[in-house]
């Protein structure tokens, strides 16, 4: 990036304030923060992502505790086929994204990956199966990869011309993000109160094996010492028993 010449970016263009070609002359001004306030589908489409976050960020960490609490999962094995299957299918997902967006606009994109969200939750309340993360993570994958492309699309043709286009991108990820973070914090205490609670009970269940097999090797080493013969008193010789 530092070998781009200065010269070739045009700033205003990037912040989303185009020129108008017919007077030769850059039209538009740079608006203040109060227009990301004022502008009502942009509200919106921060509260509507929120919402979607809210319920979709705590749907895996809940579902894993499912899965691992009920002894049907690895934990470990888990949590690497959460990221796989999510990231390959969001890859897929984002490209076929592109394609429908340029024929049938964002607003459709945006409106099939809020779909995705009840049909997840549908299936990982159904099926407590470590197979289960499977499609889980498929429909979140889905999701994703729809809204990687139609929020900062949509973001872009609601700011156009106001030159707060990044800073409406940022905006609205934040909200996004508070959405997502504020019942996987709690998740995240429940994973760690799990983790104890096992930890606890196997200690409990090997802890009574380990003191069998102690007094068990203490008495094979108590008969294994011979005892020692009674000597008479004075004169050092054995005395029969």
Known sequence: MLSIPEAAIDHRAARGLETDDDKGAEAGQVEGFRTLVRNKPLLILAATLACFHLGNGAMLPLYGLAVVGAGKGDAAMFTATTAIVAQAVMIVTSLVAMKVAAGRGYWLVLLISFAALPLRGALAGSFIEHWGVWPVQALDG???????????????CLLSGTGRVNVGQGAVMTVQGLGADVLTAEDRGEFRGLGRRRRSEQDGREAPEINGVHRRQQGRCCRSIPASPRRAPGTGQPVGR
């Open 142 to 156: 889905i999701g994703a990869g729809l809204q990687s492309v139609a929020v900062p699309g949509l973001v872009a």
